[in-house]
């Protein structure tokens, strides 16, 4: 019994000394840059040229605002990389949580938006709750809500309404409206001059409503 206990003493230890290294306390503060890390702004944080690969973990509450950001450079490659691969976002920790209004040249990082972005010339994010918008290229992994582009959207996983010239979703439900109309597997409605989706190609209208 005495043993049973000191081991069950010695474990409960070390779980919590585990438990207290994984745990990570952001930082408050009301403005500032969003190139530090373990941070909550809020209000404003500003900065320019955030990048993928970061692991900041900087959450905002209010109003991003990036100039220049690296997606203005978005037309160098025709949009940089379409939304195309499959992914799981159920224990995803977002370089940047955005809960507000984003606004940039293009913001081109591991991002979750929630309310409003706006890019000047073309954005990426990792996903978009609420509403996206892009002068040029509107690349959002995961959309949920509306997304408006000039020139095109992309998205792998959509549900809500696509506008642009050119637009595509791999999978999802909704509206597309544009010249061009692509989705992989998609319930909902494409209107456009042509439209393709995984049961035929049409001009002008095309739908699915089955799996």
């Not at 309310?115 to 709750?129: D, H, P, R, S, W």
Request: hydrophobic fraction near 40%; aromatic fraction near 12%; glycine fraction near 12%.
């Amino acid at each position: 019994m005495k043993t049973t206990l000191i081991n069950l003493i010695f474990l409960t230890t070390i779980s919590i000394a585990t438990y207290g290294q994984d745990t990570i306390v952001l930082k408050k503060a009301i403005l500032g840059t969003f190139h530090t890390e373990n941070k909550t702004f809020n209000g404003l944080s500003f900065g320019f040229a955030s990048t993928m690969p970061d692991d900041r973990n900087v959450k905002t509450n209010g109003l991003r605002l990036e100039i220049p950001g690296i997606g203005f450079l978005s037309f160098m490659g025709n949009g940089f990389p379409n939304a195309k691969e499959p992914f799981d976002l159920t224990n995803h920790r977002f370089s940047e949580v955005v809960n507000g209004l984003n606004i940039s040249t293009g913001s081109w990082c591991d991002c979750n938006y929630n309310g409003l972005t706006i890019a000047a010339v073309g954005q990426y994010g990792k996903l978009g709750q609420g509403f996206s918008l892009a002068g040029g290229w509107n690349i959002i992994d995961k959309q949920n809500g509306l997304q408006i582009a000039l020139i095109a959207n992309s998205s792998y996983y959509m549900n809500g309404v696509q506008i642009s010239a050119f637009n595509y979703i791999n999978t999802g439900n909704g509206l597309q409206i544009g010249i061009f109309n692509k989705s992989e597997n998609f319930k909902g409605i494409q209107i456009g001059l042509w439209n393709v989706n995984q049961k035929r190609k049409l001009p002008l209208i095309n739908w699915n409503f089955t799996e």
